[in-house]
């Protein structure tokens, strides 16, 4: 480089600024090409929405991600993660089985009709021989964005060409213009199931009822109903264990209480990174000499680590200006003297304090949808009708609960979608003001389903807001790990925006890799490192060995070195 560093100054291949699931996943790829990596995380334990906390002992909960959308992921293999401690059943514990022929409305747990799981099954793969739900799933999120100078078609979009190969009599350039309520209109009958279809995709990035977003909004649905919904021994904080030993295996460095302040900038390229006065390292200059990755969000990227003198200011308008009604997740957990007991009317819905309520009809849907991204200040949805999801305890074995105090019980999490807090016209802070008033919101929502969740039997009821989950984990914009909406202008080659869609940024060697506003987004973990890992093969900075493959659809860029191993 050009210029002067002090001998005491620290010197890496790669430089990545936060140590979240992504970030250290990153670490762990660059770390087995050979690089030398180092990962600085703000925070006093690494993991960010992969965390896990024991507010008292014996209950360990999850304030945010909390069971495993990442089963079609390449990693895997290539990360090699069983040899790193990750253990889990692959078994869908509370998703879509023979066994289960019921949906929560208020009138009770009501059937759905064969059609409607043959239907589902056929336009998610499952009814494939053999079956293409593992290879749908990779299509839609496990492929980096093609290439600026590649027109998007019908022909070359990945998911396109899965369905065209492996279920020709789906495919139709119609597709891409429909929603997910238009494709299931389409193969399903019953409305209580494709309404709790669209809530289950509206909670996992692409929402049902925007246009164009049927495949991507069904994706984030299966990747977790159908192809993950159990949660890793020890929880999602577990695999991020497996992660982090994997990366520390291959010679990363990781360190925590090492908040950055500024990405430094000479020429027009990334260099390195200064660290605020209260990080716990001596030395805060650290430099990179092939690469800068920030893996927290956009808006903190741009308006706090590089600063409006380095980037175009129409450029930095447009990532202010990108929406944040992504889903804002109100998030409870609630410790009980006895076993929660469904309501008489839901007898006949196997999961007891698990599920999705209530999926009547659209009408409900689209007034909870409205009451969130169109609505600037409290929630108004009565807390009859308010849409929300309980994550089953089911998803743990018996021989690993959540909760081991005897004679008490677990729900964990509860979620509840609320307007953006950024929007609020209050402040953002308004809606932790009144939390008591909308915890007791929260019980009464849920007591729709449940009987006794009452002043005698609760012990303790814990919850984040929207605003504290940002406050816990930054790179959680917007409240929620969907972050920024994933509407057709906001997916894929348009994701957070064409000019960063691909992960690159018009600053030389400065990368971006956060999940809330890269793609794909909502919680596919594993597929921002993977799909950066094409770009950055391209681009000189990686070299990995044999261990890697890349994705079936991806277009390499003109003029740079392909991702495709040479034969």
Known sequence: MEFMRKSTEEIYD??????????????????????????????????????????????????????????????WEQLELWKYGFRMSWEPAWAFTPLIKTVMTTEGAVPFSDKDGLGWAKITGMLGSPTFTKELLRATFWCPPHPPEVEVTAENIPFMQVYKERAPEIWTEELLQMTMFDLMDEYLETEPFKVMQAFASWYSGAAAHYQGMAIPA????????????????????DYFHAILRCAL????????????????????????????????????????????????????????????????????????????????????????REPLRLSPKFKDWPHMTGGIYPCDSREIYYDHVADVDGHKGDPTMPAQRVFWMAVPDGRFPSTDPQCTIPNHYLVSPFYVF???????????????????????????????????????SLVYHWANTPLESEFRNTGLIGGGYSGARLCKDHMWTNRPLPELSRYCTPIDRLYLGNQSTGHPGGLCLMAIPYNLMHILIEDGIAEPGNWWYPSPWYIPERGKISAIPRK
């Open 418 to 456: 609320v307007p953006p807090p950024e929007y609020h016209v209050d402040g953002p802070d308004a809606i932790n003001k009144y939390k008591e008033k909308w915890n007791a919101y929260m019980r009464e929502a849920f007591s729709q389903v449940v009987e006794n969740l009452n002043s005698d």
């Open 249 to 336: 295996a291959h010679g990363a460095v990781v360190r925590t209480c090492c908040p950055v302040e500024e990405i430094i900038i000479r020429n027009g390229q990334a260099v390195g990174v200064h660290l605020r006065d209260n990080a716990a390292w001596g030395e805060k200059t650290i430099w990179a000499d092939k690469a800068v990755v920030s893996a927290v969000d956009v808006r903190q990227t741009f308006n706090k680590l590089i600063g409006p003198q380095h980037v175009d200011r129409g450029l930095l308008q447009k990532v202010n200006d990108i929406s944040l009604k992504g889903g804002s997740i109100y998030v409870s957990h609630f410790l009980t």
């Open 14 to 75: 790669i430089v990545i600024i936060g140590g979240g699931p992504n970030g250290v996943a990153l670490a762990a790829y660059l770390a087995k090409c050979g690089l030398s990596v180092c990962v600085l995380e703000e925070r006093s334990e690494a993991g960010g929405a992969c965390e896990q906390t024991e507010p008292i002992a014996g209950v360990r909960i999850n304030p945010h991600a909390a069971v495993m959308y990442a089963a079609a992921a390449p990693g």
């Open 218 to 237: 069904m994706g984030g649905n299966i990747a977790v109903t159908l192809y993950g919904a159990s949660a890793p021994r020890g929880g999602m904080h």
